[in-house]
């Protein structure tokens, strides 16, 4: 059963750093592309950023480019999102979702992605 756990979400000072993870489970998580959502009160998923299965690469949305930065450890089949520079606008429930098909390169498109772990809180506020 494909599983992923998000954790390191807190409360956090504008322009402080965080950094979430996102454990896969009862897969390897560099089989599939990994992507990073988050859902602000009132507002719809936004795709903040993704790795790639195959080649690895990168891709960030225009919002958090320069700050946010999304790395995979294999050995512990964990995804990682460091995000430097908060703001209160980062605010929001941070998820990370997993597309099954092989060897595609991934998208900030939420309908994309079909396995989704259960959420940590990220609150950027002084």
């Known amino acids: 059963q494909l599983q992923l756990v998000e954790s390191g979400g807190a409360l956090v000072q504008p322009g402080g750093p965080l950094k979430l993870s996102c454990e896969a489970s009862g897969f390897p998580s560099d089989f599939y592309a990994i992507g990073w959502f988050r859902q602000a009160p009132g507002k719809e998923h936004e795709g903040v950023s993704c790795?790639?299965?195959?080649?690895?690469?990168?891709y960030y949305a225009d919002s958090v480019k320069g700050r946010f930065t999304i790395s995979r450890d294999n050995a512990k089949n964990t995804v990682y999102l460091q995000m430097n520079s908060l703001k209160p606008e980062d605010t929001a429930v941070y998820y990370c979702a997993a597309d099954s098909v092989l060897g595609k390169e991934c998208g900030l498109g939420p309908a994309e992605y079909d396995y989704w772990g259960q959420g940590t809180q990220v609150t950027v506020s002084s």
């Open positions: 790795i790639s299965s195959y080649d690895d690469n990168t």
